[in-house]
Every structure is written in C-alpha cells, then in structure tokens.
C-alpha cells in the first residue's frame, strides 16, 4: 500500500523559511515522479514543484521559481520542498503525490498524502 507522509508544515513569518519533507513508502518509486502542490482557500488548486527520482529532473511553478527547491533522498524515500522568503499569499495546505506519468497537472497523480498547513503571517 502506497503511503505518502508530508510532514514540516507550520506558522512562520513572511520572510521566513519552512523544509517540508514527504515520506514515501509501499512500493519501488524509482520510476514515479513526486510532485508538490498546494491548495489554498478560494484560489485554485496550484502546482508548485516536482522532482523525478530517476535522475532528478526538477520543475518549478512560477510561484515557485527562485524562492522553493525541491530536492530528494533515494536512500530514504523521502522528497523535500525548502520554502525561502514565505509571502503571506504563500499559506496553503502542501500535498504530496506521485505519478508515473506526468508532471504538471494534479490529474496525472495518483498518490496523495495527507497534505500539510503552511501559514505564513504578515
């Protein structure tokens, strides 16, 4: 059984930094994509980054670019998204997912975690 666990979500202060880590677990990953994307109240539901555990192939959403890396561990099945510079337009619930064919879209995923608050205040 497919276990995606996110974990390190909080409240920070716009400015400040977060590290949310994904814990994957129930099957070999090596050929899934792991995705990060986030969903805040009245706003649509956002991509925010992705990472390929095969070679590692990153991709950001705009939202993204220059303030979040992604990053993973193969050694511990475990995907991090490092948040730099919160804004208060930032605060969201974080997901996890995987797939196995696709990048960017949240139908092209087939796990989910559980998903983690982030909350940034101003």
């Known amino acids: 059984q497919v276990q995606l666990v996110e974990s390190g979500g909080g409240l920070v202060q716009a400015g400040g930094s977060l590290r949310l880590s994904c814990a994957a677990s129930?099957?070999?990953?090596?050929?899934?994509?792991m995705g990060w994307f986030r969903r805040a109240p009245g706003k649509d539901d956002e991509f925010v980054a992705a990472?390929?555990?095969?070679?590692?192939?990153?991709y950001y959403g705009d939202s993204a670019k220059g303030r979040f890396t992604i990053s993973r561990d193969n050694a511990k099945n475990t995907v991090y998204l490092q948040m730099n510079s919160l804004k208060p337009e930032d605060t969201a619930v974080y997901y996890c997912?995987?797939?196995?064919?696709?990048?960017?879209?949240?139908?092209?995923?087939?796990?989910w975690g559980q998903g983690t608050q982030v909350t940034v205040s101003s």
């Open positions: 997912a995987a797939t196995r064919a696709g990048i960017w879209t949240i139908s092209e995923y087939d796990y």
């Open positions: 129930g099957r070999t990953f090596s050929r899934y994509v």
């Open positions: 990472i390929t555990w095969r070679d590692g192939s990153i």
